[in-house]
């Protein structure tokens, strides 16, 4: 199915060699190679738009499951609000549509010097330039008892599918009366805004059918990304059912006992009738093993190109990446994405680049008809990336107002995962 | 590729005398465009977030200079029409305008 976009590229060149335009046509016949590590929504949109900007590149695109189930959203799965499967989305349209060579395997390692990508089940793919979007990693070491089969128990549904499934099927068992517990991380962590949405939503699954219980946030932090915003909606619509306990007056999280079901902090052990831990993260595994991370834990990057800072070569989007004031979301990860993608087709086509345009945009549901936007602009400066500009949702807005961000909010997933995993019209 | 070479002919910039100018607005044209399609859908859909075809590149021009002045509220597109110049909204309205004759069901 590749074949006609290249088909209808071989037409174009046709064209522009008449025209004169040589440095394309030359490109073209050197055949550059692109492989992408990771096919969530950075490695996705990364490869959608290097395929719709340079067709003359060969681009393969290496993600382990077959289909992607989105994070976003998945806080309305969890209580009941819709599918997984309206969640879930597949690589047809990026391969049928825009030729993407998708492969089913797990990348081993990056060869720099060779400059070869090693899959998983043996064969080495060679590159001109590779994309890494590997998502985040959990770190297990930084709370005591709590790993990766600990998970199995106590669910961090923080990458969504079995886990998200596992914690709601145990709400759904709980019984009404129950504490449901949430460890909230330390920063910084995939989607800032995300555990309080979690706990939100959850409240109002308990109000519809578990009246009586309640839930604990115990908090890594002392303050929480649109903190007013989200009080204001606990006392409108859950008063008394959510409690927020920040670092300063637990201690901090010290271990977690799976059999018990309980979270200990420095001051006090709470038991959960249900528990979500939500550990420290950093750069996926990929990333910390192939040499893309600092001591930070995440993998630094030039903050036009996002090719990495510690190998050439290399360009890491999404969680994976440090860049600077950007937070790790989907949209961030969508939007690195685009201008590395631009970026990567003027290096290996001689192609115009405009300067990137980077963007953070947050819908965050409060209730299901009561849902908060923000929209931050970005720009690279002296090697990081500043945030210029800031607008969000305010404490005193109309019903209205926040009934039709909720629409919004949904019209947007739409059109978003059209974006990432090729529906839309480009 | 294909979709934005049709878009060239179907707004009268035929590629055989293309220059360098024009390409270079086509690219940035579609390089901005990428943007708005994180938000808009660009197969002519819509829903609680309205489509931008359709629109001539007079009108799109003039909506994105209301959400710059804040003369229509929204946090999103205020922060986008503040990130670009006057140059790009032109650029990106005219790529957009040109894109809804290609659209199809
Ligand atoms: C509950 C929750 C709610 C959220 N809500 C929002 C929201 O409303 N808006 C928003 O913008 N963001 C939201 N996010 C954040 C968003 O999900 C992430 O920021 C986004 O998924 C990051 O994209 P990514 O490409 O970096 O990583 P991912 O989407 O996690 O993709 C990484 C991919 O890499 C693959 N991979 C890993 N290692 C390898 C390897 N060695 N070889 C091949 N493939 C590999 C994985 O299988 C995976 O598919 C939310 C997150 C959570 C947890």
Redesign the pocket.
């Known amino acids: 199915m590749k074949s006609w976009t290249r088909r209808e590229f071989g037409r174009s060149t046709g064209a522009m060699a008449l025209a004169g335009l040589g440095p394309r046509l030359a490109a073209s016949e050197s055949k550059a190679r692109v492989v992408v590590?990771?096919?969530?929504?950075?490695?996705a949109t990364a490869a959608k738009y290097l395929a719709v900007s340079a067709p003359t590149i060969e681009i393969t695109l290496?993600?382990?499951?077959p289909n992607?189930t989105?994070?976003?959203?998945?806080?309305l799965y969890l209580t009941g609000l819709c599918s997984l499967e309206s969640l879930t989305h597949g690589y047809e349209t990026l391969a049928q549509r825009h030729g993407i060579n998708v492969i089913h395997d797990?990348?081993a390692a990056v060869d720099p010097v060779a400059k070869t990508v090693g899959l998983k089940s043996g064969p080495k793919l060679p590159y001109d330039r590779v994309v890494v979007?590997?998502?985040?990693t959990f770190n297990y070491d930084a709370i005591a008892g709590y790993d990766e089969a600990a998970t199995q128990v106590i669910p961090h549904?923080?990458?969504?599918g079995p886990q998200t499934q596992l914690l709601r099927r145990q709400l759904e068992s709980m019984e009404d009366g129950g504490v449901f517990v949430l460890v909230a991380p330390p920063n910084p962590f995939?989607?800032p805004p995300?555990p309080y949405?979690?706990a939100s939503l959850v409240a109002y699954y308990f109000k519809q059918h578990k009246p009586r219980s309640r839930i604990l946030i115990l908090d890594a932090k002392d303050s929480f990304n649109a903190q007013d915003l989200f009080l204001d909606a606990w006392e409108r619509h859950y008063r008394g059912m959510i409690e927020w306990l920040p670092a300063q007056f637990t201690g901090g999280i010290k271990a977690i006992d799976v059999k018990e079901r309980s979270v200990e902090t420095a001051s006090e052990t709470f038991k959960a009738a249900v528990a979500n831990v939500i550990p420290p993260q950093m750069a996926?595994?990929?990333a910390q093993q192939n040499g893309l991370v600092d001591q930070s834990g995440w993998c630094p990057i030039d903050p036009i190109t996002f090719e990495s800072k510690l190998q050439p070569g290399t360009h890491v989007?999404?969680?994976?990446s440090s860049a600077g004031d950007m937070p790790?979301?989907?949209?961030?990860?969508n939007s690195q994405a685009k201008a590395c993608a631009f970026a990567i087709a003027a290096a290996l086509t001689g192609s115009e680049r405009q300067s990137p345009h980077l963007f953070n945009t947050?819908?965050?549901f409060l209730s299901p008809d009561d849902a908060v936007s923000n929209a931050v602009s970005f720009k690279p400066v002296a090697g990081t990336i500043k945030i210029v500009d800031n607008f969000g949702s305010q404490v005193q807005e109309s019903a209205e107002t926040r009934h039709r961000t909720a629409r919004e909010a949904q019209s947007w997933y739409t059109a978003f995962t059209r974006d990432t995993f090729g529906y839309a019209a480009f | 590729m294909r979709k934005m070479i049709a878009i060239s002919i179907a707004a009268g910039l035929l590629i055989i005398v293309a220059d360098c100018s024009q390409a270079a607005d086509r690219d940035g044209g579609a390089q901005l465009a990428a943007m708005c399609a994180s938000c808009h859908r660009l197969d002519g859909g819509d829903g609680g977030i309205p489509t931008i075809l359709g629109m001539s590149p007079e009108m799109l021009t003039r909506t994105m200079l209301a959400y710059r002045s804040h003369e229509r509220p929204s946090h999103i597109m205020r922060a986008i029409a503040l990130s670009l110049s006057d140059e790009e909204i032109a650029t990106v309205a005219r790529y957009l305008a040109a894109l809804n004759r290609q659209v199809r069901p």
């Open positions: 590590v990771g096919g969530g929504i950075g490695g290496v993600e382990p499951k992607y989105t994070c976003f959203f998945s806080n797990s990348v979007a590997p998502g985040i549904a923080w990458n969504a995939r989607c995300a949405e979690r996926g595994q990929f989007v999404g969680d994976a790790k979301s989907a949209f961030v990860a947050c819908y965050t």
